[in-house]
């Protein structure tokens, strides 16, 4: 499994912030979450401190004792929920947007792994077998790759770069989303996030692979057929 998120909150000619909408949360041997967001920063943070706290208070239910997947995304739902009915008096008369929608990736010992998109008013889906991968906040510049590109028999090492390119995509035609790059490697069965790796512009990694997939793209264009018209065209001459 292949999670990854930009770290663009806000953006405009002098205000920028970056802050990182991936939460992992591991207890190896048993099972291993992780959680994108995309939305209200302030609800994120809550939803995510409330998280924390039940796993360290031990609370009835966490993370930790949820015995499904299901179970989690409804926990987290609820979460969610709670944290924008506390807020809404004010935010509604002032027209701020509360609502906050995460992916749930992760597995539970003896079960399957998943992956599920959590709305805000709570309630979820998941990712359907026959296109294995769920797209939050921005995605309709990235989402033509993913469609071409990811299958169920997509590799790890394939599917982490189609990410990469998909938001580097994404970065280029909105300005919403910007660099640093997250990017966390789940295998199955291993109940512990293997890889997990922070790209920024200047990184030599993403550089290569924007460089290379900008060239292919390039390539790709001129090696398509020409039409029948084109034949009788000539390049302008250098003087105009």
């Avoid at 209200?40 to 966490?62: F, G, K, Y």
């Avoid at 499904?68 to 008096?89: I, K, M, P, T, W």
């Avoid at 299958?151 to 280029?172: F, I, K």
Wanted: hydrophobic content about 40%.
């Amino acid at each position: 499994m292949v999670l990854a998120s930009d770290s663009r909150t806000n953006a405009g000619m002098d205000h920028i912030n970056t802050y990182s909408k991936m939460y992992a949360f591991d207890m190896p041997g048993a099972r291993s979450f992780v959680l994108l967001s995309a939305g209200n920063l302030a609800t994120t943070q809550a939803v995510i401190n409330l998280i924390e706290r039940d796993l360290e208070q031990d609370a009835p239910t966490s993370l930790n004792t949820v015995a499904h997947l299901f179970e989690a995304a409804d926990y987290v739902g609820n979460l969610s929920c709670e944290v924008q009915r506390r807020h809404s008096g004010g935010s509604q008369r002032s027209g701020v947007n509360l609502e906050t929608t995460f992916i749930l990736g992760g597995q539970i010992e003896g079960q399957a792994q998943e992956l599920l998109l959590i709305y805000p008013e709570g309630n979820y889906i998941a990712a359907p077998p026959s296109k294995p991968y769920l797209q939050i906040g921005e995605i309709k510049y990235g989402k033509p790759i993913l469609d071409r590109v990811v299958r169920p028999e997509t590799s790890l090492g394939d599917a982490a770069r189609c990410a990469l390119v998909s938001l580097d995509s994404t970065m280029r035609s909105n300005v919403s989303v910007g660099a640093p790059f997250e990017l966390a490697i789940y295998e199955a069965g291993t109940l512990s996030l293997g890889h997990r790796m922070l790209l920024d512009v200047d990184d030599p990694l993403y550089i290569d692979i924007q460089q290379i997939w900008n060239k292919v793209l390039i390539d790709g264009i001129n090696a398509l057929p020409q039409f029948d018209w084109e034949a009788g065209l000539q390049a302008p001459s250098a003087g105009g």
